[in-house]
């Protein structure tokens, strides 16, 4: 059992001894918590006996971007020296700050700050995700699973195989039937799953009918023990197109095996445009167009994303009427330039592999070459279009209607987010772009994500904010929060732009 599950267990409210506890009220599992103890989800604690979020609020230096340089720890009650953060770039973001559960009550910091001359409020507040889920996309070709295959954490049934894309293949993970709607391991598991994922840690998933996957955001997919190393550089076909002009001359046929479209140079477009000559070559496959066939095998963890090991299985015989003659040379290569074989026709018009020939290594090193680094993407999706809101604004609607309107903009750890169109404030977010450790989770079992709402003031205030909770940056960094935990500053990550000025404006002058 994992070390979340084991909390899930021992985690009792009504246990004895209440009376010398004190309750937690972030979340609905009301745990009551003893002196010097964390409650079930390590993210409060009882401090001599108040409750304290124990992680720090992080604030993030976006003049400094050093994307990680750490400013040393600021303790409850001592006062922050703002040498390192003081220059009106600065990010209080949601990680650390805590929740507003049952969100009846303003978010934990409603942050006013001029930014370039814009008057604007962050609101901050640490979510409690029931609707939530993760989408990875691990770049390879190989069958992972057959689509709607379901995929498991220890056992569990935490999601599914979706459509594959271009180079990779897709699973959508958690969501509430898993996270709420199976049994309590189901649910248990599906967290534990999301968590580590979102936090960037290493995921063994299972796939139905298919293969062993370890997931890790940023890093290469490992597929039944093998790290896959590299992405396609396109389809069979589109592999044709690219480098059938490197081709001419060299050799008389080439085929890039392919799951989804193998190519056959002498009948692809490109191949004619270039004059390339029949070849009488017949592909075992539903021919789709010339030069490009479905279904030339079984989709398998062997060349270009088939179940093949030997590529001449996917040839028929060859016709001397349309081409074959002895002497013939073929190319057969993969999606990746991993694989690829030599062979020329004997007498017989059979295929025979050669020593495969220094002319044509250039061109599959190219293959290799124009490949990308196979990597797991994880996206964190979850649907803040709920009671959060209250949290932001006396009249959610209002917050939902500006975040729609480009007037809000939303991050999560101050990472930017895609917020979907259509009702709700549905959001995804690339973890790898949130500050690590920045997800946590409650019991219930749900997820906790960071998540700020950045506005004009004057916006704020016409939407129904809470205005009389608007406190300064130096203000939260001097006295922190109803939380009592510490403040750290960290230089914010490069690639997360701040402020997003450029959209507010445009947003004010009606453009958005
Ligand atoms: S699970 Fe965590 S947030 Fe919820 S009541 Fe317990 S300590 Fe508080």
Redesign the pocket.
């Known amino acids: 059992m994992s070390e979340l599950a084991e909390r899930f267990e021992t985690?009792d409210?009504g246990e004895k001894q209440v009376a010398e506890k004190i309750?937690?009220?972030?979340?609905?599992?009301?745990?009551y918590?003893a002196d010097g103890r964390?409650?079930?989800?390590?993210?409060?604690?009882n401090v001599g006996g108040r409750?304290v979020r124990m992680d720090p609020l992080t604030i993030l230096d976006h003049a400094a971007e050093t994307g990680g340089a750490v400013v040393p720890f600021v303790a409850e009650g001592e006062a922050w020296n703002g040498e390192l953060v003081n220059t009106g770039r600065r990010f209080v973001t949601a990680i650390g700050a805590g929740?507003t559960?049952p969100d009846y009550k303003p978010a934990p910091f409603i942050v006013s700050q001029e930014v370039e001359g814009v008057d604007l409020v962050t609101v901050v507040t640490e979510g409690?995700f029931s609707y939530c889920g993760v989408k990875v996309k691990i770049d390879t070709d190989r069958h992972i699973g057959p689509e709607t295959a379901t995929v498991r954490a220890e056992g569990e049934a935490i999601g599914h195989v979706t459509t594959g894309e271009y180079g990779s293949q897709m699973l959508s993970l958690g969501g509430v039937h898993h996270l709420t709607g199976g049994s309590k391991a189901e649910g248990r598991a599906t967290c534990d799953a999301m968590l580590n994922l979102c936090n960037r840690k290493p995921v063994e998933l299972t796939i139905d009918g298919g293969a062993t996957v370890i997931v890790e955001a940023g890093k290469p997919p490992v597929i039944d023990g093998k790290i896959e190393h590299r992405m396609r550089v396109g389809c069979g076909s589109a592999t044709i197109g690219m480098f059938a002009t490197q081709w001419r001359g060299l050799v008389d046929e080439v085929v890039v095996v392919d799951d989804h479209i193998t190519g056959v140079v002498s009948e692809h477009q490109a191949g004619k445009v270039l004059g390339w000559q029949d070849t009488g070559i017949k592909i075992i496959g539903r021919r789709s167009t010339p030069g490009r066939y479905f279904k030339v095998s079984e989709p398998g963890l062997g060349w270009g994303g088939t179940s093949i090991s030997d590529p001449l299985s996917i040839l028929g015989e060859w016709n001397v009427k349309k081409g074959a003659r002895p002497g013939l040379s073929l190319l057969m290569v993969s999606t990746t330039g991993e694989q690829f074989a030599y062979y020329e026709l004997d007498d017989d018009l059979k295929p025979v592999e050669k020593p495969f020939p220094e002319r044509l290594q250039k061109s599959v090193g190219l293959i290799e070459e124009n490949c990308e680094p196979a990597l797991c993407t994880v996206l964190f999706i979850g649907g803040a279009g709920g009671s959060l809101r209250a949290g932001v604004t006396e009249n959610p609607v209002n917050l939902t209607r500006s975040v729609q309107g480009l007037k809000t903009y939303v991050t999560v750890g101050g990472a930017p987010v895609y917020v979907w169109p259509g009702g709700g404030i549905t959001l995804m977010v690339d973890v790898t772009r949130v500050p690590e450790g920045a997800f946590?989770?409650?019991?219930?079992p749900a997820l906790?994500a960071p998540i700020e709402f950045t506005l004009r003031r004057d916006d704020y205030v016409r939407l129904g904010g809470y205005e009389a909770e608007i406190r300064s940056v130096e203000d939260i960094l001097a006295k922190g929060g109803e939380y009592l935990n510490p403040r750290r500053g960290t230089g914010a990550p490069v690639s997360n732009p701040w402020p997003p000025l450029a959209q507010l404006r445009r947003a004010a002058n009606g453009a958005g």
């Open positions: 985690h409210p309750r937690c009220d972030a979340c609905p599992v009301m745990c918590i964390t409650g079930a989800c390590d993210r409060y604690g409750i929740t559960y409690i946590g989770y409650v019991p219930t906790v």
